[in-house]
């Protein structure tokens, strides 16, 4: 596959004269150096969270859900609202590594290591919350399917929380065998590399015994593809799954055909952001300049200006399919005027402005190749999305059918610590993640070096010349 | 039906050449031999054992493992099983007896529940003919008896002594006081009971003259002193309102407790159209009541503007001009109802709850002209014997050191009265004061002894509540601790031997039962006869010769056109207060019963509080306002309001329909002895209810601070939403066509369009075969009343979460009363109003907003137990999931507690255990204590935390039936499967049974025309039906 000719207008995807022995040296350092002052400053903070989190997690655990903000009508808040939104989040890890391996995009190369692990991070965070917003989260093994002794007791296949169940469940597997077998040639680069017994032991034991002989290359090609085939319809069905809690239910709002395409989009959308939120850091902190370039940057700002398009036509969608249907039950769904006015018109305006207006500034091609915007926009989206589900699950629950159970929500410091404690669990892993692991499939970067390298493009296009 | 069921292990055992096989196996009970004789035998035969060194390590393993097991401790649980088992109580069989409450201010014929000796239940007295009907109050009074704060035994000044010295010290302290000549004063509730009526009066003469004065805290002085004046008894005139076509009210509140209470019942009976007929009610008042919330039509007055308006409306049936204004609705109205009294003429009736002799006088004199039908004087009622001005005299003779013994029975003067200071300084002045108390109140902090009284169900007594009807008080537990109630402490003081029972039982055989059985009188409870030669008519008139207290004779004019000039001279002067008893507290005597703190007020829908109500238009000029917290939550400024030098700071709550220019408060809360701190809820408004009078000059000015109120309703209109609660008007009702008011929702399938019952995605199920259930709720009749609330919180363990977790809208009631107000003037005009202008931006918010004077409706709302369940789909561990009965069921032990079922629950009526709500300080109320769980019912779980609960259509109670009729070998009768709700429903809005059984009542109102299912547009096919609420509003 590297020997595919490229267009010399084609920017190049490695810049900076980098050698094959160079891309090995950059992709190790982060290891093989020792840890910053900045690393360990972002990791204690991170880890502060994490623990203050599982505190609250422990709390709630131990007393009761009542320690949240939830009440009769609003069943579900921050909790369902964060698992959705991790959830989402890990959906580009899949689609880079995937779906656009099956394109053959040589872009995706410099990025999907970082994006799939953001990924596993993620759906760890999201697997986190369907637990423990459980009322008895130490029976939480009754939903699964296993033969038990209660007697004829059984899941309910009915139940969309059950296919989720499932969706996450083979969504988190098949993401973690398809990183690790792309992490397998890396690792053994590590080990060939590592001086200390330890490390070379412990890599050894990572890379499964990787030879480098032409026959390991060639099922490491097959598995992948293979895997890539397997993963394809996992980004479609896992937020398809997650969008059936709300489209198959009977509440306003919820009950919308429009879902499944809906979410997987928005999934999409704020997937990407989140991978330009990671990257556009990483790229600075492990010196990654040369390989994560403003090409990428572009290339993911492209895909997120197609999805940010997708869910505003949604919203447009449910705003006037509500208007139109003249069942005052309508009036008040997230996508209403009852919303953009009533006591939640803040949640209701973040979500338009956030993810409806904002990323629109990204056709602007000086903005979507700038880096301190694009990363400006990433978080923007970041908190949209996590608004788009907020406004979702707490807004059309508070006004159901019957005004009489018209409540409203707000979040205890529990609410909030379990989140912020999710996010600083995710940190931490990624933060782990970023100094043992080699953060760029070199592997396969190598195999674009000759054809998309500045270096070799240069060397061609001049013989040309 | 007795069963020959045979049961079988395996298949094998049918084939009949296996017999002599399947004979030896099950005489031989163990099909392997126990090799005892290896352990136990001769050590010779060890080395020819089967036990091998493996075995016999396993069994020393298994028996260090069973023995050190078996060491730990395990839980102990006491049950203590009966050495001598009384004949009458089998081990989960309930018993029920029939008896009265009568604890001066709720009198109702009641039966009792008890399992396991222990009453857990107080439901409707069908049998009895009056005042069978348990409100919310009685049904919760059982509760109380289970209460840690009730006094446990006799005390003289703070210390505990023994019933035979208090009795002997109080005795001698009568005697001595007797020979200084000073007075003994009875203060007591009003009893309405002919036995004690007879026994003070005996005991007067024996001692040589007591004082009886009775003192009701919330005065019916004006009802009574009118009727005494007319009919020379002191007493109440009784009415039937299913006579009524033509209502017309000025101020009586009489759905709740109106001069003693108890007519709904009769009211309702008249509220659903039969024969194209139903009655018309005018209420004119000044706050929102639950009888003008159930008016057809209602206006609002001040409490001045009422008087004139009665006086007025006499004016206008009588021709006569009267003087005083009115706004020019108000006239119109009056002018109305007049001409439509007069037209119904005796098929008419006009009450008043005005607290003005000439207004009583006048409503007496109307009905009596009118000769209503609904109307009895001659059969009075015996509830409320009050004497306001008796009570103030003897406020001055114990100031006067007159009082040498003041023994007060059922009463708490010094939270009560708003007197009280004078009563603590007369108080002070009485040589012995002995108090009859069921708590460490106020009066009995203050007091010498405090006489622990007995709750009603573990006392005995005598009730007459209406003339010639009598009923019985049985205990139904041994008393629970060291208590005497004030009869036999009595007997005891005149050294008569026999016990109250005895007394009564005598009494009764010689003067009430005339030669019939006193037994069957027991179990029946109640005993008509108008004859009888006791009554209670004379409670409070002691024997002759004694000393009565003089009561002066109410001065009133001959004519009833005297009383409306004086009532039209009613001077209109700043801001009226108003005060009122709550459906929930009533008189405050139950304030530490949690059930009815957490009861929503039917009205207002507020828990745990009472509060200014204050018109919107008086707000807004007063700078009032409600807000809603950021979860919800209602928020309210506060008010200090002064009447008469006396000044409190209350909330305030902007109150729709409340007059402008009035104010209402609610009596009975703010008590803070004898309360638990969580209970001591609430302003105290007794020190403004000067000389019993309950409308009060009052100035009001705003206070800095913000109220959190603790409501369980947030939005008061229905928006526009008419489907939800529907209604129609009498006319409309008679001359067009059910689908024309009562439209059946209708989808699209296979491009036709078909019922929404008819579209179907599942297979269905059979349900015509077994039973299969269905709850009706008459809209018509059903006002609001909120019985139903109280008596599920009994029967189904219902937790009580506190003020604070309800003010987080995580109320536990599996069954609530939704109250809508409409928008515009009525709910039909909101609908109106939103065709006009669909998904306009103004509608929405015009519409959530009450109008000043709405119409009102109820809905009670409980699990609907839908045939296609939406929570039913959802649950990954199908924890909820149906039953062939029609049930929609609850499996607690299986819930894991995901909460989704209640997110897709249209009706949002499941309820979630946050927090573990039993047996846990953090909620220490009836649960966290052993007395408190002695009321739980042992058929229901007490659900643990993290689970989702909710109505189960009492299915307790319908397998009870079920397998009672089993063992019986018998059908099933209709009316026999209840739910207690329906049970509890005293105006039959409620009907429960058996759809499948064809004659039942269910089946017919499950056909009828009024029939619709909440939300039946979403498909989910509810077991519970509504009927359409009809109004009269033809006017005259």
Same mark, same amino acid.
């Given at each position: 596959m590297a020997s595919h000719y490229e267009a010399p207008i084609r920017e190049p995807l490695v810049t900076g004269d980098k050698t094959y022995h160079d891309v090995t040296v950059d992709v190790a350092a982060p290891v093989e150096g020792r840890a910053n002052k900045q690393w360990w400053i972002v990791f204690s903070i991170a880890l502060v969270a994490f623990l203050w989190g599982l505190g609250c997690i422990i709390y709630t655990v131990s007393t009761g859900i009542g320690v949240w903000g939830l009440n009769k009508t609003v069943g579900w808040a921050w909790d369902i609202t964060n698992f959705v939104w991790w959830v989402g989040i890990g959906h580009a890890g899949t689609l880079i590594s995937a779906v656009l391996l099956l394109f053959r995009q040589k872009w995706r190369m410099a990025i999907n290591r970082s994006a799939e692990a953001m990924t596993i991070f993620s759906v760890v965070q999201a697997g986190l919350f369907p637990i423990i917003h459980m009322g008895r989260p130490w029976l939480a093994y009754w939903v699964l399917p296993i033969p038990n002794q209660f007697g004829s007791l059984w899941v309910n296949f009915n139940s969309p929380l059950l296919w989720d169940v499932f969706a996450i469940s083979t969504y988190l597997s098949v993401s973690l065998v398809f990183w690790w077998t792309g992490l397998l040639p890396d690792f053994a680069m590590l080990r060939d590399r590592a001086v200390k017994p330890f490390q070379k032991k412990i890599y050894s034991l990572l890379s499964f015994g990787w030879s480098g002989r032409a026959k390991d290359w060639q099922r490491f090609e097959e598995v992948s593809l293979v895997l890539a085939g397997l993963a394809t319809p996992l980004v479609l069905s896992v937020h398809t799954i997650v969008s059936f809690d709300f489209a198959t239910s009977v509440i306003p709002g919820w009950h919308s055909t429009i879902f499944p395409p809906y979410f997987v989009a928005g999934a999409i959308f704020s997937g990407f952001a989140m991978v330009l939120t990671l990257l556009i850091i990483m790229r600075k902190v492990s010196n990654l300049e040369n390989y994560i370039t403003i090409v990428h940057i572009e290339n993911m700002n492209k895909v997120i200006l197609l999805t940010g398009g997708v869910v505003s036509v949604a919203y447009i969608t449910e705003f006037f399919i509500g208007w139109y249907s003249g069942t005052n039950y309508e009036d008040y769904t997230y996508m209403s005027i009852g919303a953009a006015t009533g006591p939640y018109w803040w949640a209701f305006w973040a979500l338009i402005i956030c993810n409806f207006i904002v990323p629109q500034t990204l056709w602007v091609k000086k903005l979507r190749t700038n880096y301190m915007w694009s990363f400006i926009v990433s978080i923007v989206i970041n908190i949209g999305m996590w608004f788009e589900r907020f406004d979702i699950i707490v807004i059309d629950l508070s006004k159901g059918?019957?005004?009489?159970s018209w409540t409203m929500f707000s979040p205890t410091f529990i609410d909030i610590g379990v989140f912020i404690g999710t996010i600083g669990f995710f940190f931490v892993l990624f933060l782990l993640y970023a100094r043992t692991f080699p953060v760029i499939a070199q592997a396969e970067v190598k195999t674009i070096l000759k054809s998309s390298g500045e270096k070799y493009k240069k060397l061609r296009d001049g013989n040309h010349e | 039906m007795a069963s020959n069921k045979k049961y079988w292990v395996s298949v094998e055992e049918l084939k009949p050449e296996n017999s002599s096989k399947v004979e030896t196996l099950k005489q031989n009970e163990f099909v392997n031999e126990i090799p005892v004789d290896q352990f136990l035998g001769e050590q010779s035969q060890e080395d020819s054992s089967a036990t091998s060194r493996r075995d016999f390590l396993k069994f020393v393993g298994f028996s260090t493992a069973a023995a050190s097991l078996a060491a730990c401790e395990g839980p102990v649980k006491k049950a203590i099983p009966y050495v001598v088992q009384p004949e009458e109580i089998r081990p989960g069989v309930a018993n029920y007896y029939a008896s009265t409450i009568a604890d001066g201010y709720d009198f109702a014929s009641v039966l009792v529940k008890t399992r396991e000796g222990r009453p857990i239940f107080v439901k409707n007295h069908d049998k009895a003919e009056v005042n069978s009907s348990a409100n919310a109050r009685v049904v919760a009074s059982v509760l109380s008896m289970y209460d840690t704060k009730r006094v446990q035994g006799p005390k003289k000044d703070g210390k505990d002594v023994s019933w035979s010295d208090l009795n002997a010290d109080v005795k001698a302290k009568i005697q001595q006081a007797k020979a200084q000549g000073k007075d003994v004063v009875f203060l007591t509730q009003t009893f309405a009971s002919p036995s004690t009526a007879k026994l003070v009066s005996e005991y007067s003469a024996a001692v040589g003259g007591v004082k009886h004065v009775i003192y009701d805290a919330v005065s019916e002085d004006a009802a009574l002193n009118a009727f005494e004046a007319k009919y020379g008894t002191r007493a109440m005139a009784d009415y039937d309102l299913s006579k009524a076509e033509v209502i017309v009210s000025f101020d009586a509140d009489f759905i709740a407790d109106w001069q003693g209470g108890g007519f709904e019942g009769s009211y309702a009976k008249g509220r659903v159209p039969s024969n194209g007929k139903m009655s018309r009610h005018v209420q004119f008042e000044s706050n929102m009541s639950l009888t003008g919330a159930n008016a057809d039509k209602r206006v609002a007055l001040t409490p001045s503007q009422v008087k004139i308006a009665i006086a007025k409306f006499y004016g206008a049936m009588t021709g006569v001009s009267i003087g005083g204004s009115l706004p020019e609705a108000a006239e119109e109205a009056v002018k109305a109802a007049a001409k439509q009294v007069k037209k119904a003429g005796s098929k008419a009736v006009v009450l008043t709850g005005l607290q003005d002799d000439n207004a009583q006088a006048l409503a007496l004199a109307i009905n009596e002209s009118l000769s209503s039908e609904a109307f009895d004087p001659s059969s009075p009622l015996y509830t409320r014997k009050g004497n306001f001005s008796s009570v103030q005299s003897l406020i001055k003779d114990m100031n006067s050191g007159k009082v040498g013994v003041l023994v007060m029975v059922g009463v708490n003067p010094l939270y009560t009265l708003a007197e009280a200071k004078s009563f603590e300084q007369g108080l002070s002045k009485v040589g012995t004061s002995v108090v009859f108390s069921m708590k460490e109140d106020e009066t009995a902090l203050k007091s010498t002894y405090v006489a622990a009284m007995p709750h009603y169900l573990e006392s005995w007594g005598d009730v007459e509540i209406k003339k010639g009807h009598y009923s019985l008080m049985q205990p139904t537990i041994r008393p629970l601790f060291d208590t005497m109630q004030f009869q036999d402490a009595l007997l005891n003081w005149m050294g008569n031997d026999t016990s109250y029972y005895e007394y009564v039982k005598e009494n009764w055989t010689t003067s009430i039962l005339n030669g019939s059985s006193w037994n069957q009188a027991l179990h029946d409870g109640v005993y008509k006869n108008t004859s009888a030669g006791v009554t209670a008519s004379n409670e409070g008139v002691v024997s002759e010769g004694a000393m009565n207290v003089e009561s002066a004779p109410v001065v009133l004019a001959s004519g009833a056109g005297d009383y409306a000039v004086r009532l039209a001279k009613s001077s209109v002067e700043g801001v009226e207060l108003m005060l009122y008893t709550k459906t929930g507290m009533g008189d405050g005597q139950q304030a530490n019963n949690p059930w009815l703190q957490e009861? @929503?007020? @039917?009205? $207002?829908?507020? $828990?745990w509080d009472n509060y200014l109500t204050v018109s919107k238009a008086d707000a807004d000029a007063w700078g009032f306002e409600n807000t809603l917290a950021d979860n919800g939550g209602l928020d309210g400024s506060y008010a200090k309001i002064t009447v008469n030098g006396v000044s409190a700071t209350v909330p305030v709550l902007i109150q729709p329909g409340q007059a402008k220019g009035s104010v209402g408060l609610a009596l009975g809360y703010g008590k803070k002895e004898g309360v638990q701190e969580e209970m001591q809820v609430g302003v105290n408004a007794y020190p403004f209810y000067f000389e019993g009078n309950n409308v009060q000059p009052v100035k009001i000015e705003k206070v800095s601070g913000t109220h959190e109120f603790a409501s369980v309703q947030m939005q008061n209109t229905l928006d526009g939403r008419g489907d939800i609660l529907r209604e129609t008007t009498l006319e409309v009702f008679n001359t067009e066509n059910a689908h024309h008011w009562n439209p059946q929702p209708e989808v699209s399938m296979m491009h036709q369009e078909v019922e929404a019952d008819e579209a179907n995605l599942w297979q269905e199920f059979d349900t015509t075969v077994g039973h299969h259930f269905n709850l009706s709720i008459d809209l018509s009749s059903c006002t609001g009343c909120g019985a139903c609330v109280i008596a599920c919180h009994a029967e189904n363990n219902v937790p009580v979460v506190g003020k604070s977790e309800i003010r987080k809208f995580r109320d536990m009631h599996w069954l609530r009363i939704d109250r809508y107000y409409s928008s515009e003037e009525s709910f039909e005009a909101d609908v109106e109003k939103v065709e006009a202008a669909p998904g306009a931006i103004s509608t929405y918010h015009e519409l959530e907003d009450p109008s000043a004077n709405p119409q009102v409706a109820f809905q009670p709302v409980m699990c609907q137990h839908c045939n296609h369940a939406p929570c039913e789909t959802v649950c990954p561990v199908a924890a909820t999931s149906h039953g062939r009965q029609g049930q929609n069921q609850m499996i607690y032990n299986r819930c894991v507690g995901t909460r989704y079922c209640a997110n897709n629950c249209p009706y949002k009526v499941r309820r979630f255990n946050w927090f573990l709500y039993a047996e846990n300080d953090e909620f220490d109320f009836h649960m966290n204590n052993d007395l408190g769980r002695m009321v739980l019912n042992p058929d229901v779980v007490v659900r643990s935390r993290g689970v989702m609960e909710k109505c189960s259509m009492c299915m307790q109670m319908t397998q009870k039936t079920i397998l009672d009729a089993k063992r019986e070998g018998r059908t099933i009768e209709d009316g026999e499967f209840q739910t207690a709700c329906s049970a509890a429903c005293s105006t039959g809005a409620m009907v429960f049974g058996d759809v499948n059984n064809k004659e039942s009542e269910i089946s017919k109102l499950k056909e009828d025309d009024r029939m619709y299912h909440l939300l039946g547009f979403k498909g989910t096919r509810p077991n519970v039906i509504y009927q359409v609420k009809v109004r009269n509003t033809e006017e005259a």
């Open positions: 059918h019957l005004p009489s | 009861f @929503p007020d @039917p009205i $207002t829908r507020n $828990t």
